[in-house]
């Protein structure tokens, strides 16, 4: 497949000094009316833009980070992407990096277009994310002057079809920025007709809430490394003081977690709870996290009490003979009803 987008410089016209350089002409791609009198978009130059929303299953733009795709062998393919200067949700309390959920996210994404672009998955169907895990450069997640321009390296293996459609699959992906790896990792996808959804879900849709359960009970955002009360998706759990236990209460009108609607929470929904657990566990130091594998084994039901509780367990890494850094490996699991919906591991490193 060729790439969907491009970045592109016109072809320059010769100008012999002194004279100006002519018009583009009719068939220059900068020409007013475009080639061959063409007019609107298509006489446009073609300039980076995101693949279509649709394909990564994101309904504003401003949510999409890829912009580009090229196979480049069997199962192989190299796509290009943009994480903004500053994402509203996906950046660091001080401002100064990228966060591993937006790491996670482009993975998500990337899987996604895969198999509509490439495999031929129809734009209807359901995608199961069974399993996802990133591990992340943090010296190459630093923000710069302006937007991370990407460069992804994608394989897909493991391939299961259904007569001839794809039904699984698992991907591998680098993740560079600048030539540098920032990103690595990878997932387990289930392709879904809609017709198998609704055996699995079922025809009757699942009430969205309109507010949070337990609003009264919201962790203050700097307990889980937020900047806003809205980016907050963990409460305290009324039912236990437990330390290291909270219910999963996010905000269900967040632009981001819930950019559109569905009958269960999404799967970065869960891996945020993960997230802030993790980060609420070391408060106030706010360490940052640098690897994640979770697995997730059942749909998070919107309208069940949703139980989160982290473990920590710290271990030393040595690197000289007098210098040693504190790695902790944060163990998460969510329940609901006595099920296990989904089981995470996060390593922190001190900032």
């Known amino acids: 497949m060729t790439a969907l987008t491009t970045r592109t410089t016109a072809p320059a016209t010769a100008s012999p000094p002194p004279a100006a350089p002519p018009a583009p002409g009719p068939d220059h791609p900068d020409h007013p009316h475009g080639p061959a009198g063409q007019t609107g978009l298509q006489a446009m130059p ?12 994101r309904a504003c733009h401003a949510e999409v980070f890829l912009t580009g795709c090229e196979k480049t062998g069997d199962d192989r393919y190299t796509l290009t992407g943009e994480w903004p200067r500053m994402h509203s949700f996906f950046t660091s309390t001080d401002g100064r990096r990228h966060e591993i959920l937006q790491a996670a996210e482009t993975i998500r994404q990337t899987g996604l277009f895969l198999a509509h672009a490439e495999y031929d998955v129809p734009l209807d169907h359901h995608f199961l994310l069974s399993h ?37 699959f698992t991907m591998h992906i680098t993740i560079e920025r600048n030539g540098r790896p920032c990103a690595t990792g990878g997932g387990r996808f289930t392709c ?16 969205t809430p309109h507010t949070r359960t337990h609003p009264h009970h919201t962790l203050p955002p700097t307990t889980v ?21 909270w219910l999963l209460d996010p905000d269900p009108r967040h632009p981001t977690l819930f950019d559109h609607t569905g009958d269960h929470y999404p799967g970065m929904v869960l891996l945020e709870a993960a997230h802030q657990a993790t980060t609420a566990l070391t408060t106030p130091t706010h360490p940052t996290h640098t690897s994640i594998n979770a697995h997730f084994h059942h749909y998070a039901e919107l309208t069940t009490p949703l139980h989160i509780h982290a473990t920590p367990h710290p271990h030393a890494t040595p690197h000289t003979t007098t210098h040693t850094t504190t790695h902790t490996t944060t163990h998460i699991t969510g329940h609901q009803q006595n099920n296990t919906i989904f089981t995470a591991t996060i390593t922190t490193t001190p900032q």
């Open 46 to 57: 073609r300039l980076t833009t995101t693949v279509p929303r649709q394909y990564v299953h």
């Open 225 to 245: 490394g937020k900047n806003t009360p809205t980016d907050v998706v963990l409460a305290t759990d009324p039912t236990t003081h437990h330390p290291g236990h």
């Open 192 to 207: 879904i007709s809609p017709a198998a959804y609704h055996r699995i879900r079922g025809t009757t849709p699942t009430p």
């Open 132 to 168: 996802l895990h990133v591990n992340t450069h943090t010296e190459n997640m630093l923000i710069q002057h302006g937007p991370s321009e990407l460069t992804l390296t994608a394989t897909c293996t493991d391939t299961v079809r259904k007569g001839r459609r794809l039904a699984q």
